[in-house]
């Protein structure tokens, strides 16, 4: 089965045939697969009435487990926003009702951010769909292929995820 990604290729090396084009087999692949999980994402998330940054907070909040809060330097570490684009996002979802401030019991200067019964209903639900739809996406590979694919996926994404921005 040929793809735009196999059409792209053979164009660049019929016009340019001194230049090693495999990279763009894979790396192609990746940014297309990319956007079409962004507007799959993005109507899971419009179905919810969730931004894809509200989901990112919220569902952060919810993997910290009970009592599903962390303080705002926490949220920026997951999210990779810088300080003043998380303290506009809480604002947000604080107006909305899915988060809450608290005071830091360790920091009189701090505050943590709190999921709100709301904001995990919210997440849970947007998630569940989430991955329905992602599964759905998925569904040509066999478990075994999906593995694999993770795997190396994994081979090309760790040295950006630990180094520090």
Same mark, same amino acid.
């Given at each position: 089965?040929?793809?735009?990604?196999?059409?792209?290729?053979?164009?660049?090396?019929?016009?340019?045939?001194? #230049?090693?084009?495999?990279?763009?087999?894979?790396?192609?692949?990746?940014?297309?697969?990319?956007?079409?999980?962004?507007?799959?994402?993005?109507?899971?998330?419009?179905?919810?009435?969730?931004?894809?940054?509200?989901? &990112?907070?919220?569902?952060?909040?919810?993997?910290?487990?009970?009592?599903?809060?962390?303080? $705002? +330097?926490?949220?920026?570490?997951?999210?990779?926003?810088?300080?003043?684009?998380?303290?506009?996002?809480? &604002?947000?979802?604080?107006?909305? +009702?899915?988060?809450?401030?608290? $005071? &830091?019991?360790?920091?009189?200067?701090?505050?943590?951010?709190?999921?709100?019964?709301? +904001?995990?209903?919210?997440?849970?639900?947007? #998630?569940?769909?989430?991955?329905?739809?992602?599964?759905? #996406?998925? +569904? &040509? #590979?066999?478990?075994?292929?999906?593995?694999?694919?993770?795997?190396?996926?994994?081979?090309?994404?760790? $040295?950006?995820?630990?180094? $520090?921005?």
């Amino acid at each position: 089965m040929e793809d735009e990604v196999d059409r792209l290729v053979a164009a660049w090396r019929r016009e340019r045939p001194d #230049l090693d084009v495999e990279p763009l087999e894979v790396l192609s692949r990746v940014s297309r697969l990319a956007r079409h999980l962004d507007r799959a994402r993005r109507l899971v998330f419009s179905e919810h009435h969730l931004e894809p940054w509200e989901f &990112d907070v919220l569902t952060a909040l919810r993997r910290a487990g009970d009592p599903y809060q962390l303080s $705002p +330097g926490q949220l920026l570490t997951q999210t990779l926003v810088t300080s003043g684009t998380m303290t506009n996002r809480i &604002d947000r979802l604080a107006k909305r +009702g899915l988060v809450e401030r608290l $005071p &830091d019991p360790n920091d009189r200067r701090g505050v943590l951010v709190r999921l709100t019964t709301s +904001g995990q209903h919210h997440a849970d639900e947007a #998630l569940a769909d989430l991955l329905t739809q992602e599964r759905a #996406l998925l +569904g &040509d #590979l066999t478990t075994a292929q999906r593995r694999d694919l993770a795997a190396l996926l994994r081979v090309l994404t760790a $040295p950006f995820d630990n180094t $520090p921005v």
